[in-house]
């Protein structure tokens, strides 16, 4: 008779992880559409200060918010990464239980249980896992799980 499955582990919230959670999770787009929002505006905003009559200092407005989302765009994973450096999370033990009934994440922060019977997907990425419960998306490095853990991951993906 096989054992229930039971896998207990513990990692650190640091920098790599927050890197590699960021390029797991987010989808890469094409620079068109990166890019798209913050020419426009930027282009809008110029058309509006050589060419328009409309108050300089609106017209500079939109000009200086497309400027800002094209800088926003382009750093948009260091301040990611920053903004997760610098909250209360940052270098948190936080300790990964996987049963048969589901996962157990829990930190001094946060106590999160999620049923395999609630989870709506499971997505195996390059170097862990997505999962998506209650239409958010949690993120699982294989760098703190098991062989035998990962292959029960994707027993429950598959089924």
């Known amino acids: 008779m096989n054992q229930p499955f039971n896998y207990q582990t513990s990692f650190i919230l640091d920098k790599s992880h927050f890197i590699e959670c960021y390029e797991e999770s987010v989808p890469v787009l094409p620079w068109q559409r990166r890019y798209a929002k913050g020419a426009i505006l930027l282009l809008l ?3 509006l200060v ?4 409309l108050n300089p200092y609106a017209a500079w407005f ?3 918010l497309g400027v800002l989302e094209l800088v926003s765009s382009y750093y948009q994973k260091p301040w990611w990464v920053a903004r997760q450096m610098l909250s209360k999370v940052a270098k948190a033990e936080v300790k990964l239980s996987i049963n048969q009934d589901g996962l157990h ?5 946060h106590d999160h249980q999620m049923r395999f019977a609630d989870i709506e997907r499971i997505d195996a990425t390059k170097r862990g896992w997505l999962i998506y419960h209650n239409s958010v998306k949690h993120y699982v490095a294989n760098r703190c799980l098991s062989a035998q853990a990962q292959a029960f991951l994707q027993s429950q993906a598959n089924g």
Do not use: N, P, Q
């Open 50 to 53: 050589l060419f328009t009559e």
């Open 45 to 47: 905003g110029a058309l």
């Open 105 to 109: 994440i829990h930190s001094f922060y």
């Open 62 to 64: 939109i000009f200086s």
